[in-house]
């Protein structure tokens, strides 16, 4: 690795059999600090996520809810605005937007959305939709989802958050998430994304039943993907929470095996710039250790995520912008704000 040469699945594999987490750590921080220094990144944003009303009804998932369901909830536009605007004076410069497959909404419903959105807050980057969304929308709309990605960005999408990849295996797909967009779609869809300029990120969900060798493919395909349409900003390894999941007999990772899996992603993934730790899914002191295990960012200051809680995590549900600084430069490193492209805002703390 230190003399160029790309990482096979075998090398992958052989990463995650070594005991030696420091020797891993240190190759992984030298990735790292080639690609962005001694720079970690935050952002400032605000998590909508609009209806947990959810057709899919995944096994992982603690999230959705059937219609008739006491805890299902379903915003208006109107509150998903007053939502965005009560966040705006803390200064976010994104929305972030995932929900569930709501049977009843159109796909109207969403471009009008993000044209109500992009109208309140015109200098926010609004990032949405999972590739499953996309493929859901093409289907209830009768459109390709190119023609679908094409009809939000001009309504005001701007990125897509690179959710419901899953682990790209049949395999996984039978027993877990049957009716989800398949891997090859998935990766079809961010690749229209890029060929259209937008920019997205890329996510794993490991930590449930899924084997080593699945998650070294899984990367695999993503740094193919990478190599094809070259729009990823970020590979975002997410922490598999069992509790209140079909799943809920499963453990759940521990913090050796999230730190381990942060540090391979950035050896395998060679060609996508930035690594994320999300501080929701594995803690704060995770994610402050995993900037010397080829990190270079923690996401944002968040406000009211669901999805992660509904499935037992204790973090807190937002971090101020302060809080965020702080735990970056408690680590030695110095705390940059971004936006959604990666864009520094207000310049570079020293």
């Known amino acids: 690795m230190r003399a160029g040469e790309r990482l ?4 992958g594999l052989a990463l995650y059999a070594s005991p030696d ?4 750590s240190q190759l992984a921080d030298h990735v790292r600090r080639e690609k962005n220094g001694d720079l970690v990144y935050f952002n400032v944003n605000r998590h909508i996520n609009p209806t947990n009303i959810c ?5 992982f998932c603690a ?3 059937d219609q008739t369901d006491e805890e299902a909830y379903e915003m208006t536009l109107d509150e998903m605005v007053k939502a965005a605007e009560d966040a705006a004076p803390s200064g976010i410069t994104e929305l972030h937007i995932v929900g569930g497959l709501h049977p009843d909404w159109p796909f109207s419903f969403y471009v009008e959305m993000m044209e109500r959105l992009k109208t309140a807050l015109p200098d926010v980057l609004i990032q949405a939709f999972t590739a499953v969304e996309i493929d859901y929308f093409a289907e209830i709309s009768e459109q390709s989802s190119r023609e679908v990605l094409e009809h939000l960005k001009a309504a005001g999408l701007d990125s ?5 990849a899953e682990i790209f295996s049949d395999r996984l797909r039978r027993v877990a998430w049957e009716k989800k967009t398949p891997a090859a779609d998935w990766l079809r869809i961010h690749g229209e994304a890029h060929e259209l300029g937008m920019h997205t990120n890329c996510t794993m969900l490991y930590g449930h039943i899924e084997t080593l060798e699945e998650r070294v493919e899984h990367m695999i395909a993503l740094r193919e993907q990478q190599d094809a349409s070259g729009g990823f900003l970020a590979f975002i390894p997410l922490a598999f929470h069992p509790a209140n999941t079909e799943l809920s007999d499963l453990p759940g990772t521990t913090g050796y095996d999230d730190l381990k899996t ?3 992603g950035r050896l395998m993934i060679d060609n996508i710039p930035h690594v994320k730790a999300f501080w929701i899914m594995v803690g704060l002191k995770i994610a402050q250790i995993s900037t010397a295990f080829g ?3 923690l996401d944002g200051t968040v406000v009211e995520e669901r999805i992660t809680h509904a499935a037992g995590a204790t973090t807190p549900e937002a971090l101020s912008k302060e809080e965020l600084i702080s735990l970056i430069e408690e680590t030695g490193h110095r705390a940059v704000e971004r936006d959604t492209l990666y864009r520094v805002v207000g310049g570079e703390r020293g």
């Open 160 to 164: 897509l958050p690179g959710g419901g």
């Open 63 to 65: 999230f959705w809810r």
């Open 262 to 264: 942060l540090a391979i």
């Open 21 to 24: 987490i420091v020797g891993i």
């Open 55 to 59: 057709s899919n009804k995944c096994k």
């Open 8 to 11: 096979s699945k075998e090398d």
């Open 295 to 297: 990190v270079d960012d």
